[in-house]
Nanobody, 126 residues
Framework: QLRVVESGGGLVTPGGSLRLSCAGPGFTLEHYVIGWFRQAPGKEREGVSCISSSGGSTDYTDSVKGRFTISRDNAKNTVYLQMNSLKPEDTAVYYC???????????????????WGQGTQVTVSL
């Protein structure tokens, strides 16, 4: 069954860092576009970052540009989201998902993502 597993969330003070991991047990993430999304209480799920299956193309929502970095380690079958300079407004449940659409590019079209994980909570607070 196509389902990713996220990990790495936690509680961090403003300005701190976390690294989220997205693993693909039983299937190969390298074949897919990978997207990171987040959902804060009372808000819609939004795209945060994505990476093409080749790894050559990435994208970020404006609010995290310069602070977050997405990368993939095909040998470990894992995609990472390095989050630096975290702000309270980054607090949310972070989800990873895969998309068969794209390849050389990536996107934030929720309807074209599948294999959603259970999410990992990120809380940025004093």
């Amino acid at each position: 069954q196509l389902r990713v597993v996220e990990s790495g969330g936690g509680l961090v003070t403003p300005g701190g860092s976390l690294r989220l991991s997205c693993a693909g047990p039983g299937f190969t993430l390298e074949h897919y576009v990978i997207g990171w999304f987040r959902q804060a209480p009372g808000k819609e799920r939004e795209g945060v970052s994505c990476i093409s299956s080749s790894g050559g193309s990435t994208d970020y929502t404006d609010s995290v540009k310069g602070r977050f970095t997405i990368s993939r380690d095909n040998a470990k079958n894992t995609v990472y989201l390095q989050m630096n300079s975290l702000k309270p407004e980054d607090t949310a449940v972070y989800y990873c998902a895969v998309s068969a659409y794209g390849g050389a590019w990536c996107h934030f079209n929720l309807d074209e993502y599948d294999g959603w994980g259970q999410g990992t909570q990120v809380t940025v607070s004093l």
